[in-house]
């Protein structure tokens, strides 16, 4: 299974970024799929997740009126759109991907992880 993250980027406070994640080696119409993030010397946290069918998402409220998650099953790929990004949004971004029937928050819970994207937002 590979998860390939992408879209990262150096950005100013108040501008957008769009991720990607590609997905290969699983049946991706059958997991939900999830983003997470982790600054320096932080722990790894949620920031969205989306079912295997698209039709549910859920936001940390760091986020929530401020990136979207979306998915394209038949292109095996999971976006994260994020809008107004503010210096704290700044960290490693990693896609994860969860067997699970229900959206799940829980990083140590995800089956399948990507190598990460790295966003950096300038003040």
């Known amino acids: 299974v590979q998860l390939q993250a992408s879209g990262g980027g150096l950005v100013q406070a108040g501008g957008s970024l769009r991720l990607s994640c590609a997905a290969s080696g699983l049946t991706f119409s059958t997991y939900n799929m999830g983003w997470f993030r982790q600054a320096p010397g932080k722990e790894r946290e949620f920031v969205a997740a989306?079912?295997?069918?698209?039709?549910?998402?859920y936001y940390a409220d760091s986020v929530k009126g401020r990136f979207t998650i979306s998915r394209d099953n038949a292109k095996n790929t999971v976006y994260l759109q994020m809008n107004s990004l503010k210096p704290e949004d700044t960290a490693v971004y990693y896609c994860a991907a969860d067997r699970r029937g229900y959206i799940n928050t829980i990083k140590d819970e995800y089956d399948y992880w990507g190598q990460g994207t790295q966003v950096t937002v300038s003040s």
């Open positions: 989306i079912s295997w069918s698209g039709g549910s998402t």
